[in-house]
């Protein structure tokens, strides 16, 4: 018999061939800042396997490629409303991982995440057995106009679905977009007196709301199966071109950014239009200013009070002469 030991922490990425250039990017900051050596689980279509094999070293045993087919039985094969299955499928392999019995916690990725640091076990874990929690309530994303337009009342509509189908009562709504610590202590919980008592499948979960993350949080929360150790978001996010654009032209850099976060994500549902695979390259956005707001970024570049990122402003303009 083989006995396979159990990781106490790993990373857990779901991916598919499309997103084979962002799965790379983060696969070689992974290599770079991965101090602790810490195991990472690549989670994919059977048919994908022998791609995603050439980015790792023959004698590399920190990363493990699972085909979902074999390690999931739930998976869908239709959409659940307008939601394609693959998309709920990624979803359903997270809650779910943990009944490999591969690790205790693991950290979900995305491929459109990358690492700007060296990491540790410890920027992930409170101590040897309970994950970091990440919650915030998000008020500078619904302070967006932006944002709140496109995405923020439905996205809390679902939210509040959670929580009511939970039974809990608080205004406020303190989860996260992703990039979190799933503990199995919790999801086994999820499923053994939550799920089973309401006779609940994973897709049952995701077509009442399709927040995996929030599924996770919000049980947590309300029924305190391991110490609740918050912390502020471990990746930073940005949900939409002119998050980035704006962080970029103030002139923050990854090494700012690396004070305060282990990584960064580039939203994959812009940036993939945009064919941006790095921080820097910000010249493709520039097809989405307005012409007001070309002419107010000229003017700030000649303002002395805006010198400490006219760099990034003077950038930009000579992007927008050359359309």
Same mark, same amino acid.
């Given at each position: 018999m083989v006995i396979i030991k159990m990781d106490n922490f790993a990373f857990l990425l779901v991916t598919y061939r499309?997103?084979?250039?962002?799965?790379?990017?983060?696969?070689e900051t992974y290599y770079k800042y991965n101090i602790d050596n810490l195991p990472l689980y690549i989670v994919l279509p059977s048919a994908d396997e022998d791609e995603f094999n050439k980015l790792l070293n023959n004698s590399d045993k920190k990363i493990s490629i699972l085909a979902q087919e074999e390690i999931c039985p739930y998976l869908v094969t239709k959409s659940i409303g307008d939601i394609p299955p693959g998309y709920i499928n990624q979803e359903i392999l997270k809650? $779910?991982?943990?009944?490999t019995k591969l690790c205790n916690n693991y950290f979900c990725l995305d491929s459109d995440g990358m690492f700007i640091r060296e990491f540790y076990v410890s920027d992930f874990m409170y101590d040897a057995e309970i994950p970091y929690t990440v919650l915030f309530e998000d008020n500078d994303l619904k302070a967006d106009p932006l944002y709140?337009?496109?995405?923020w009342k439905q996205r809390e509509e679902s939210l509040r679905k959670i929580q009511q189908t939970l039974g809990i009562s608080d205004k406020r709504l303190l989860t996260c977009h992703g990039f979190q610590v799933f503990s199995s202590k919790v999801l086994e919980h999820l499923k053994c007196n939550f799920m089973k008592k309401h006779n609940y499948s994973y897709k049952d979960l995701l077509a009442i709301a399709p927040y995996e993350? $929030?599924?996770?949080?919000?049980?947590?929360?309300?029924?305190?199966?391991?110490?609740i150790h918050f912390c502020d978001q471990i990746f930073k996010y940005f949900h939409m071109?002119?998050?980035?654009?704006?962080?970029w032209i103030q002139g923050v850099t990854l090494d700012d950014l690396a004070r305060s976060y282990v990584g960064i994500v580039i939203q994959s549902n812009f $940036?993939?239009?945009?064919?941006?695979l790095a921080y820097d390259d910000v010249g493709s956005y520039i097809s989405i200013l307005p012409p007001k707001r070309i002419l107010f970024l000229i003017k700030l570049s000649s303002l002395s009070y805006f010198r400490y990122f006219r760099k990034g402003v003077k950038?930009?303009?000579?992007?927008?002469?050359?359309?």
């Open positions: 499309n997103d084979f250039l962002y799965a790379k990017r983060l696969i809650l $779910s991982f943990w009944e709140y337009k496109i995405y993350f $929030s599924w996770y949080n919000f049980y947590l929360q309300k029924e305190k199966v391991i110490p071109e002119h998050q980035h654009l704006l962080t $940036s993939r239009k945009k064919r941006l950038f930009l303009i000579k992007k927008i002469m050359k359309r």
